[in-house]
């Protein structure tokens, strides 16, 4: 089963038909990331039921005739505040939430570009509202790609975050401020050939566009971010 889940990639193939692999997360580091996120989410629980029981407590004969419609705003609230916390975790951490992020694993589009805040709030409705229910790990055990009801809505997939130690990366000259987040290990890999050979190249070659396109892919809308990597060459 490991081996299976080893095996499970991504492939993206850019404009210029540079393919790029990228290994899909497996079920135990989804879980993991779960796992993590509802303990964070418990102090939520945790403060629902102590108010349930002080409404329980102090006024018994509410707590009869509405118990039902209070346990249901509790479980209304929680739901509320369980999808907020997903939708403010992927968009600040880039597409991680903190489990995912202790997980090493991420959520990008299935082009290989970052997610933006409308994939983040289909996938996450779904989370919420179905894949919650036990659906989402059927799914991400019998497809291919692991994606759960939400993924496919929201044309996204989870994969496995690939990092490099600070010295590889501070390498790599010039490296302006802010471009650390694109540099995924494909990225990096072919940088390190370009880079190599960059001084002894005269003219503009097909390498230099490769590398050039891989990283404008990875910057999405970001204007910042584009003029920053056209500073690289």
Known sequence: MEREWRMRKLQVITPEQVSIDYSIADLGSRVGAVVVDMLIQMVVVIAL??????????SPEFWSEKYGWVIGLSILVYMVISYVYYIWAEINFDGQTIGKKMMSIRVIR???????????????????????????????IFNKQSRRIGDFVGG???????????????????????????????????????????????EKTDLEDEVK?????????????????????
């Open 49 to 58: 039921v102590m108010a349930d029981l002080a409404i329980m407590t102090y």
């Open 110 to 140: 299935l082009n290989g570009q970052p997610v933006g805040v409308k994939h983040i709030v289909i996938r996450n409705l779904f989370k919420v509202l179905i894949d919650s229910m036990g659906f989402g790990v059927w799914m991400i």
């Open 156 to 202: 996204t997939v989870v994969i496995h975050k690939l990092s490099v130690a600070a010295p590889e990366i501070m390498a790599f000259e010039p490296q302006p401020e802010g471009l650390e987040r694109l540099l995924t290990k494909e990225t990096i890999d072919l940088y390190r050939r370009y880079s190599g050979r960059k001084n002894g190249l005269n």
């Open 213 to 233: 396109s891989l990283m404008l892919m990875q910057c999405g809308d970001d204007h910042e971010l584009i003029s920053k990597v056209e500073s690289l060459f």
